[in-house]
């Protein structure tokens, strides 16, 4: 994928954040945070530039940012796909829901595909039980899914 996301300016961008968050005491969530806004995830990069700048060792940033869910180690795709694996959408089959988003996208639950377009999440209950299964694409919601409908789901983005 392409690291465009580690620009100059993002990392000035983090500067800030963390000069305006460094003399705060519990300051490594809220810049933790914002670098995850600016850059779209906590990669290696920039976990190395927070522990430089405000001198939090790289194993105790990285043991928050893999602890908490909310973190993600790798961008996401501009569309974000997401599977209830939930008790009702599983019993009425979103595992093969899964597996077709997975044949046409190519790209495997927590994964992003090469190109940025796609990633893909297995979800657990979003509430919407009654209309098992439910596939999420953003902010859009699909329900009472089939496998048939997933192509034309897809070619919509």
């Not at 963390?18 to 005491?25: A, F, G, V, W």
């Not at 501009?78 to 209830?84: D, F, Q």
């Not at 657990?124 to 329900?143: M, S």
């Amino acid at each position: 994928m392409d690291k465009g996301y580690l620009s100059n300016e993002n990392f000035v961008r983090l500067d800030d954040v963390i000069e305006e968050h460094k003399e705060k005491r519990g300051a490594l969530m809220p810049v933790l945070h914002e670098a995850q806004k600016i850059f779209g995830c906590l990669s290696l990069e920039v976990q190395q530039k927070i522990s430089e700048k405000m001198s939090v060792p790289l194993s105790e940033i990285y043991g928050v940012v893999t602890f908490y869910s909310q973190f993600t180690l790798e961008p996401k795709g501009k569309y974000t796909i997401g599977v209830c694996l939930g008790t009702a959408c599983y019993v009425r089959g979103s595992q093969a829901i899964v597996d077709k988003v997975t044949e046409l996208t190519g790209v495997e639950v927590g994964k992003t595909s090469p190109d940025g377009k796609f990633s893909l999440e297995a979800t657990r209950c979003i509430g919407a039980c009654g209309l098992a299964p439910v596939l999420t694409v953003n902010e859009e919601v699909y329900g009472r899914l089939t496998v048939e409908d997933i192509p034309g789901i897809l070619a919509k983005y």
